[in-house]
Structure formats: C-alpha cells, structure tokens
C-alpha cells in the first residue's frame, strides 16, 4: 500500500517568509435538535467544524475556523464565529424515529430548519496554511469559497456533504444530489482529501474521484475504506457503545487530518480517524475527550513516527499502531460515566 502524505497539489508558491499556519476550518456552526416519539430529547452545539475543532483543539493542532451564525447563537466556543446580526443560527432537527432519511441513514432523518448565511471567499483569511478543511453542513460552501481554499490551502479535505446537500423547501429536509451535478466538480482536481459516508458515496463515481484525489469513505461500526489511485484498503473501526452517531465523520475527518499534520501515513491517520469516530459516537453533542487517553494515543503517535522512520515494513502494517491504541482508547472508555442527555443546550457532563 502506497497511500503516504498527499503531496501539495495547489499552485506553485512564490518564495514564502512566513510560515503556513497550521489549519483552516471552514464552516458553520449550528444549533441541533434531537428529536425522538415527537419530543426533543437534546439540544446541542453542531457543525461539522464544531466536532472537528474540537478534535483538534484536544490534540492540541493548532487550527483557525471560519464560521457564521446568526444573533441567536447560544454557545460559548474556543473560535469565535462571524455573527450576521439579522439572520439565525443553522438549525437541523434530527429525527430518530422517521426510518430511513432523504441521506440513507436508518437511524436519524435530517431537516434544516434555518440557515445561516453563506461563508464568502471574502470571510477567509489570505494567509496560507498547511491543511484547509471544507466542512459545510448547510450549504454554506460555495463553489467560490472551495476556490479560494484550493488557493491558500496546501492540501484540503472536503467532506462531501458540503457539496452535495440539497434542502426541500418546503421542510427543509435533506436530500443529496450527484457529485457530478453539485456546481463543485471542476475544482476537485485540486483537492487533497475526499470523505463521504457509504450513504453519500453512491453519490460519486469512487473509480473516477480516486484519480483526482485520495477519497476516503467512512462505514459506522465497519471503520473505513481509502482509495486512491489503484491502491485501496480498508482501515479497521474500535469498538464502541453507540448512543448517538451524530457528529461522528466529522470526528474522524478531525482525526484524519491531526494524523496528517503529525506526519502519519494515510492509512495511520484514517485509523486515528475511526478512534475519534468511535469515542464521539458514545455521546450526545460534544465529546469531551479523556486526557489520559489523548496523552495515550500522543504518545504512540510518536512512537509510530519513529517506527516508520526506522523500518519501512512498519509503513504499511497499521494493524499493529491499531492494536497499540485500542488500549488507549480502552482506558478512556472505562472511566467514563454515561453521558447525560441534553436539555437546552447545557452541556454534557460526563
Ligand atoms: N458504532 C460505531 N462503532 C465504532 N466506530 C464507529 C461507529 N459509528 C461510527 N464510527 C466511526 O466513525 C466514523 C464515521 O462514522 P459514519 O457513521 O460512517 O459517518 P457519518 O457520521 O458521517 O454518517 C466511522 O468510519 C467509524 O470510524
Ligand atoms: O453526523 P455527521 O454526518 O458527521 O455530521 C452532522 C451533520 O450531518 C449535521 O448536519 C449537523 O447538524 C451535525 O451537527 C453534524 O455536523
């Protein structure tokens, strides 16, 4: 397997004098509902960039965000976002008890009742950083902001539902559209990473997006598959106790990309992704993540470096950096207490 660290596929760069910075996070946050038999049983911070910069913010890569809200917005967050004084916070209601949602999911339908205003190429710094992460879950993206990222950005991941999201108008509820057809499509020869769930990757031709970048493809409890070019494997999930999947890619894609800057392969990153999935699956909202357990998984990601640096044959068996941090995790694990369900967006004690 030959998936390593993508190389930089933007334009060439004049001489630079500053540093990159690290991380650029675009997308909003928003207010979720979760609803279940007609009641809310929690009301929660979300986004995809809340999640992710979560993850980042507890593994301690450093990360700038872009994000709008509306005058409503009631969380306190380490990134302040750009507040649009007349307008309304993103709003998704999560149904648990609809069946199957416009997206596939058997577990949640997904309506967005309110939307905040789009993230304009304007709203983004002109710095450069290392990783540009493209993470609307609104429809917030727009294909010239996706520009402006590829621009800036020596390497960004795309999560796919900042692309493809369409919303009925009537209930706001979610439906997907093809890749193809998203008004994003010509600049994707210039992105890094592609992340979709296996719902959203039948709406995508893998076979022709493996070409044009590393496409990765998240399965719930299954862990994930990677592809790119002709190599493809599949990355093994950790067990977890499933109380809401809500925020879960956004989690391994946080993952995947603190294993990028850690100078891990893809195959290592995409593991770190799925332990980041799996501990944010056993929560409503946020999870908090467990100090011991990051110190852990620091530190075999260090160990792993060293390792790969010294004998190409640990490169390729990720197997083993997955048994090293099962216990990590494990650890975490035990010493948790149930989470709590949210009720007006107080947050999760644990
Ligand atoms: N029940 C689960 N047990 C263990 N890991 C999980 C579980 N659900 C999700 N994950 C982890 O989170 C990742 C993303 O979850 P997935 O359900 O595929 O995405 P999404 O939340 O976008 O639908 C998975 O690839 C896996 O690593
Ligand atoms: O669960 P997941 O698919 O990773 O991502 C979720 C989005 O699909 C949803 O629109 C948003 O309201 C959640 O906060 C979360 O970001």
Redesign the pocket.
Same mark, same amino acid.
């Given at each position: 397997m030959t998936l390593n660290p993508p190389p930089s596929q933007q334009t060439p760069q004049s001489p630079r004098r500053i540093p990159n910075r690290r991380v650029l996070i675009v997308g909003n946050y928003?207010h !979720?509902v979760l609803i279940q038999n007609g009641s809310v049983v929690a009301e929660t911070l &979300?986004? /995809?960039a809340?999640?992710i910069s979560n993850v980042l913010d507890s593994s301690s890569v450093s990360c700038e965000l872009v994000s709008k809200v509306g005058h409503d917005f009631r969380y306190e967050v380490i990134h302040s976002p750009i507040v649009a004084p007349d307008k309304e916070t993103t709003i998704?209601e /999560?149904y648990f008890d609809l069946g199957i949602d416009g997206i596939g999911h058997a577990d949640r339908v997904?309506k967005r009742v309110s939307a905040c205003d789009p993230i304009l190429p304007s709203d983004i710094p002109d710095s450069r950083f290392d990783f540009g992460m493209a993470v609307g879950?609104?429809g917030e993206i727009l294909p010239e902001t996706l520009e402006k990222m590829v621009e800036i950005c020596d390497v960004v991941a795309v999560d796919i539902?900042a692309l493809i999201r369409v919303f009925d108008p009537v209930d706001g509820a979610v439906k997907l559209v093809d890749l193809k057809e998203s008004g994003f499509f010509h600049i994707l020869h210039r992105i890094g990473f592609l992340k979709a769930?296996s719902d959203e990757a039948l709406f995508m031709d893998v076979e022709q997006m493996k070409q044009l970048c590393c496409v990765v493809v998240t399965n719930g409890e299954k862990g994930c598959r990677i592809y790119h070019m002709d190599d493809e494997m599949t990355v093994p999930p950790f067990l977890a106790k499933q109380v809401d999947?809500? &925020? /879960?890619? !956004?989690s391994f894609l946080g993952g995947l990309v603190v294993g990028l800057v850690e100078g891990l392969t893809v195959p290592d990153a995409a593991l770190l992704g799925n332990l980041f999935g799996s501990i944010t699956v056993e929560h409503i909202g946020q999870p908090k993540f467990d100090l011991m357990m990051l110190q852990r998984v620091k530190d075999e990601v260090q160990k792993r470096k060293k390792q790969c640096n010294l004998s190409s044959s640990h490169k390729n068996d990720h197997n083993e950096f997955h048994e090293r941090l099962s216990p990590a995790r494990f650890s975490c694990v035990d010493s948790q207490l149930q989470p709590k369900l949210l009720v007006n967006g107080h947050s999760c004690d644990r």
């Open positions: 928003c !979720d &979300g986004g /995809a809340s999640f998704f /999560a997904l879950v609104g539902q769930s999947p809500t &925020g /879960a890619g !956004d």
